[in-house]
Every structure is written in C-alpha cells, then in structure tokens.
T-cell receptor, first 112, second 115 residues
C-alpha cells in the first residue's frame, strides 16, 4: 500500500516563473495539507484541502494556491516565484482533518 | 497564536546515552502534541503523540508526557543508538473538536549519536 507520493522530486525555476507541485494521498485518505520547509527550519503550514475546498490556510500570500481533485490528489501552485520560495515542499494526507497523517518525501524547489 | 520552542542542536551523544530533547509550547486550550523525526533525505515520520494532559506517547523506545502545567512535551529515550541520528521536530495542533488541524512545528533539533 503506497504512502503519500509527491512529484517531481526536484525542480529548478527562475524568479518570476510559476510552478506546480503534485501530491497523491495515501490510499483511504481524503484530506491533503501542504507545508513549506526552508533549510534548517521546521515546516510551515500553507493550506489544507478537504472535499475539494480549502479548509484552512496559513500565513502565505495569494501567490500560493492549490486544488484538490475528486480522487483526493492535490496540486500546489506558486506564481511569481521569489528566491525565498526555495524550500522543501511537503504534502501530508489524513482521513478527515486529523493532523497526524503521513507525510510524503517532499519536492525540493530551487529558485534561481 | 500557537508556537513551539525546542532546544537548539546539534545534540551529540555517545551510543547508549540517555536522551532528552526539550519542547515547550504556547497554545490556547488543550492542543494535541506530536514528535516527528526526519532522517537524512527523507520526509517526516510521526514518532509519537499525545492528545490530552498527562498522556504519555511512546514508540521505538522514545516517550514524551503531555504536561499542561508546564506546557511541555519533552522527548526522552533511555539508550540511544547510532540509527537514531536524525532531526526531531516537536509539533502541535488545535484540539480535535475545533476542526482546525494544521500542525505548528518547532525549528527542529538535530541528534548525532556517535558509536
């Protein structure tokens, strides 16, 4: 039984570009949460999707947006990339809004 | 708002030494408390959790007790192994009945265990 999967593993973009990251939740999970982890820091909550709607949002600008599909998979979109957006982006899934679901391995985004 | 404070690392120990990583939190009500571990090049793994005061979470020899009076959730292990070398994160979320389950993490503590 596959856990949370994310793609791509690594990504390099330049300032001003747009990026889309993808997450497939663990089988049986219906809620997806996204986190940003800067180097040497703890993850910071971006937003959570449940029933295809954004249910909770952290302190991130509108450049960060997301989507959840009927099969519960999710995308994170970041527009107008800044150097400071370079980070590991983690996806977590759970059944319901429970905060202790599993995490994926992350997507490492580098903005040059 | 919610916040988590962890002791700064790195923590360097010899194999079989006793481990304590301190964690204190600020939150209203009774949050759920977690410890996550991140091995090099991997994602986060849930190590243990506690959802109410005086609960003790335990897993793989690690344990932590939810102390409401001191707002703490210190991680302990009686005898560490080289394989325990990783970064440990303390985290909290709002109580289950609030429906708000975003995790707030500390900055992490790197543990290095030497043979």
């Amino acid at each position: 039984d596959a856990g949370v999967t994310q793609s791509p593993t690594h990504l390099i973009k330049t300032r001003g570009q747009q990026v889309t990251l993808r997450c497939s939740p663990k089988s049986g999970h219906d809620t997806v949460s996204w986190y940003q982890q800067a180097l040497g820091q703890g993850p910071q909550f971006i937003f959570q999707y449940y029933e295809e709607e954004e249910r909770q949002r952290g302190n991130f600008p509108d450049r960060f947006s997301g989507h959840q599909f009927p099969n519960y998979s999710s995308e994170l979109n970041v527009n107008a990339l800044l150097l400071g957006d370079s980070a590991l982006y983690l996806c977590a899934s759970s059944l319901g809004a429970g905060g202790d679901g599993g995490f994926g391995p992350g997507t490492r985004l580098t903005v040059l | 708002g919610n916040s988590v404070t962890q002791m700064e690392g790195p923590v360097t120990l010899s194999e079989e030494a006793f481990l304590t990583i301190n964690c204190t939190y600020t939150a209203t009500g009774y949050p759920s408390l977690f410890w996550y571990v991140q091995y090099p090049g991997e994602g986060l793994q849930l190590l243990l959790k506690a959802t109410k005061a005086d609960d003790k979470g335990s897993n793989k020899g690690f344990e932590a007790t939810y102390r409401k009076e001191t707002t703490s959730f210190h991680l302990e292990k009686g005898s560490v192994q080289v394989s325990d070398s990783a970064v440990y994160f303390c985290a909290l979320s709002d109580p289950v009945d609030t429906g708000r389950r975003a995790l707030t993490f500390g900055s992490g503590t790197r543990l290095q265990v030497q043979p």
